[in-house]
């Protein structure tokens, strides 16, 4: 029975979850697999194979199992392939063979053989001793495997810290609440392109008024100059002494989401008052998205030059504030690329906006893990359309009307998402994995054995689900225009956030080929053709490049992130799920990475582009300092310390 069959199936891939080439099968199931509903599947118009037609733990899909016999033959061969597995089998074999031949020893020695007589046969301790030898050897094997996890965390302060200049005290907290207070009030606002609201143009050009008057040291120093580029973004160029360093950027940006209409009745304190509450809070749109940013990389830079602990560093330091991030920024951070591009400019690094240090992620631990975004996913928008019945009076509807079709595909879509795919997360748990509860390391240290159950907790929980595969959101739908005429045509738009591969895994796809994938995926669940899936114009954006890990910029930054947090917050690569102006920036960098040095609770995440955005003034001194120690750190680099890493990107 297909039932049997997909629970022995089950019960063979515990073990071998990862092993994808297990199910070369779908391919050839494809003619004999019966689709929703129960209707056949067939080669219809253009329509694409699906990605998978069955349900196993391998593929991780939620489709009906096809019953080939061939599928548990590749599986018990997959799992006969990994050498520990027949490493364990041969030793569990070999005791119960000698199992077997001390029986008798042991039953002369006893004087009976009445007492031994497990289940009728002197077989019984024959299993009992195979079977106990490689539970035996499975534990064995996990010790060891937990035994030889890295030790990647840093233990000692650098001799850095003990250079920095900006306190963390009332006065500094106060001064740069207070300017952040009045950034908030600018309503920097970004509307998409095809809004008829205009964005907040008059306050961006308020905004580097304030600025100026805020930082006066990085506007009147004769190293510091500043472009305002595209109109509203500006470029400041911190000229360094030595032309033979290789330069560093720093990005962040000037504009906003919008926080209005329903919203505004659910914020504690209005989104452009700026209000700082008596417990030193600073409420509004841009606090931790992303005026926090820009305001201390410039507070960072404006102290060392006032104090004259830096007048003008070794290598020149590039800070770029692009106006349109929330819209892509095609107006802002891809002109002050180009232009840095025609300069002849290649940074050694760049360091934008992302993840943050987050408290309480894990179960058990207890110290914050600064999230270091060495990546981020790629996006396509897709538009499902359908025009199958033209338009008529709803008193004589037809049996299904367009929405009711397209409201089919939208929910085979969601209830289809992209499989899990836990590399990139276990890659970034390595990291820290010798700071992990025991129970914790036992399970990164054999994912061998415990992928699955960990594939289906991550894909329990939707917001840790989307650091883990390519995500699925229908955005937009448009359809009907009277209550009582069926509408003639019914239309979504889809937006996916491409999981990039993982590190080394395939080198040499082509990032289109991640996009057609995607298109195909949706066709194939979809599985009408009476459902038209086709990209929107200018969508596609592929997943970045992996930077790397091992250079002195990474290093650096987690050094920064030990030091300021007083040894107490752990670091991890991880992949930044939205996009960044840093999209526009690999043709004038080596490596890229997204952080914002600040610790936040995992629960205030829903902050960003949500209610009640907000941040402690007290934790504002922290950014600086964070800044002022990359600052300083990159300007005691001495080039011939570079590696090959440093000089070459990840792909």
Not at 268 to 291: E, M
Not at 378 to 390: A, I, N
Request: glycine share 6%; proline share 7%; hydrophobic share 40%.
């Amino acid at each position: 029975p297909r039932l049997a069959v997909t629970r022995r199936v089950r019960l063979l891939t515990v073990w071998t979850a990862q092993a994808r080439g297990a199910c070369a099968h779908r391919e050839r199931a494809m003619g004999r697999c019966k689709g929703l509903h129960g209707h056949r599947r067939y080669a219809q118009n253009d329509l694409p194979p699906p990605p998978s037609t069955h349900t196993c733990w391998v593929c991780h899909l939620d489709d009906e199992f096809v019953g080939d016999p061939s599928v548990a033959l590749q599986l018990v061969q997959t799992v006969l392939s990994r050498p520990f597995v027949r490493t364990a089998l041969t030793l569990g074999l070999a005791a119960a063979v000698l199992g077997c031949l001390s029986l008798p020893t042991v039953v002369t020695a006893a004087g009976t053989t009445d007492t031994l007589d497990v289940g009728g046969s002197q077989w019984g301790w024959v299993l009992a001793a195979g079977v106990s030898a490689v539970v035996v050897l499975l534990v064995v094997a996990m010790a060891l495997q937990v035994a030889l996890l890295p030790d990647n965390t840093i233990k000692t302060t650098s001799e850095m810290f003990e250079c920095l200049t900006i306190r963390e005290t009332p006065p500094v907290s106060a001064r740069l609440a207070e300017i952040l207070s009045r950034a908030i009030q600018l309503r920097t606002v970004s509307y998409d392109r095809h809004d008829p609201r205009e964005s907040g143009y008059t306050d961006l050009l308020r905004m580097h008024t304030l600025l100026e008057e805020s930082f006066p040291a990085v506007h009147k120093s004769p190293s510091m100059t500043r472009e305002i580029v595209g109109e509203y973004s500006l470029l400041y160029t911190w000229r360094g002494t030595d032309p033979t360093a290789q330069p560093i950027i720093f990005c962040a940006h000037l504009d906003v989401v919008p926080a209005e209409g329903n919203e505004l009745k659910e914020w504690t304190h209005p989104p452009f008052a700026g209000t700082i509450d008596p417990n030193g809070v600073v409420w509004g749109r841009g606090a931790i998205d992303n005026k926090h940013n820009v305001l201390t990389q410039l507070y960072a830079a404006d102290h060392l030059i006032a104090t004259g602990a830096m007048p003008a560093p070794k290598r020149t330091m590039y800070f770029c504030f692009g106006h349109d991030e929330e819209i892509n920024g095609v107006d802002g951070a891809r002109l002050i690329a180009a232009l840095l591009k025609s300069r002849g400019v290649r940074a050694e690094f760049v360091l934008d906006e992302g993840a943050f240090a987050v408290a309480n992620m894990l179960p058990g631990l207890e110290r914050p893990v600064a999230l270091i975004c060495n990546c981020e996913k790629g996006l396509v928008d897709l538009k499902l359309t359908v025009e199958c019945h033209p338009p008529a009076h709803s008193s004589s509807p037809p049996g299904e009307t367009n929405v009711g079709i397209l409201a089919r595909a939208i929910n085979r879509l969601e209830a289809r998402p992209f499989p899990v795919d836990t590399r990139f997360m276990v890659t970034g748990l390595h990291s820290i994995a010798t700071a992990l509860p025991l129970v914790h390391r036992v399970v990164l240290a054999n994912m061998w054995f415990f992928g699955p159950i960990i594939r289906r907790v991550v894909a329990a929980d939707p917001q840790v689900a989307a650091t883990a595969r390519t995500t699925t959101a229908v955005t937009v739908v448009r359809v009907g225009e009277k209550i009582n005429q069926i509408a003639g045509s019914a239309v979504a738009y889809v937006n996916h956030r491409i999981l990039p591969s993982a590190a080394g895994a395939e080198p040499d796809r082509p990032p289109e080929a991640m996009r057609d994938e995607v298109l195909r995926y949706n066709r194939a669940v979809i599985a009408d053709p009476r459902v038209k899936v086709e990209l929107v114009p200018d969508s596609w954006l592929a997943p970045s490049p992996v930077s790397a890990t091992d250079s002195r910029a990474y290093r650096l930054i987690r050094q920064a992130v030990h030091d300021i947090h007083g040894g107490e917050a752990l670091s991890a690569p991880f992949l930044m799920t939205g996009n960044t102006d840093t999209r526009w920036y690999w043709e004038v960098a080596d490596n890229i990475y997204r952080f914002t040095p600040m610790v936040m609770d995992r629960a205030d995440l829903k902050m960003f582009h949500g209610i009640d955005e907000r941040v402690p003034a007290r934790k504002l001194p922290t950014l600086a300092r964070f800044y002022e120690h990359v600052i300083r750190s990159v300007d005691s680099w001495d080039a011939s310390s570079k590696t090959a890493s440093d000089n070459k990107k990840h792909v």
